[in-house]
Nanobody
Framework: VQLQASGGGLVQAGGSLRLSCAASGRISSGYAIGWFRQVPGKEREFVAAIRWSGGSTHYSDSVKGRFTISVDNTKNTVDLQMISLKPEDTAVYYC???????????????WGQGTLVTVSS
């Protein structure tokens, strides 16, 4: 499984941004694809996850109601739409994949490279 994240950038607080994770390789419908983020000096934090089939979404409490994860099967991407961004959302965002949803949130088997999101106040 190969993952390629894109879409990061600089945005003002209250703004929006859309991240995209292009996935390729042997990915069955039950696979879980998700997003994590990491601030320098802190542990990587789970953000959101979804099954490749498009069901079973799950969000961290810190982004619930502001972020939406979705699958675009025409492009083979998992997108993260982020609205009402806050300075504390500033981080490097990584996409990840795993055959299991639980395992994805705890110890993903596959990682993509990160994309930097900076939210200015």
């Amino acid at each position: 499984v190969q993952l390629q994240a894109s879409g990061g950038g600089l945005v003002q607080a209250g703004g929006s941004l859309r991240l995209s994770c292009a996935a390729s390789g042997r990915i069955s419908s039950g696979y879980a694809i998700g997003w994590f983020r990491q601030v320098p000096g802190k542990e990587r934090e789970f953000v959101a996850a979804i099954r490749w089939s498009g069901g079973s979404t799950h969000y961290s409490d810190s982004v619930k109601g502001r972020f939406t994860i979705s699958v675009d099967n025409t492009k083979n991407t998992v997108d993260l739409q982020m609205i009402s961004l806050k300075p504390e959302d500033t981080a490097v965002y990584y996409c990840a994949a795993d055959p299991g949803l639980y395992d994805l949130e705890t110890s993903p088997g596959y990682w993509g490279q990160g994309t930097l999101v900076t939210v200015s106040s």
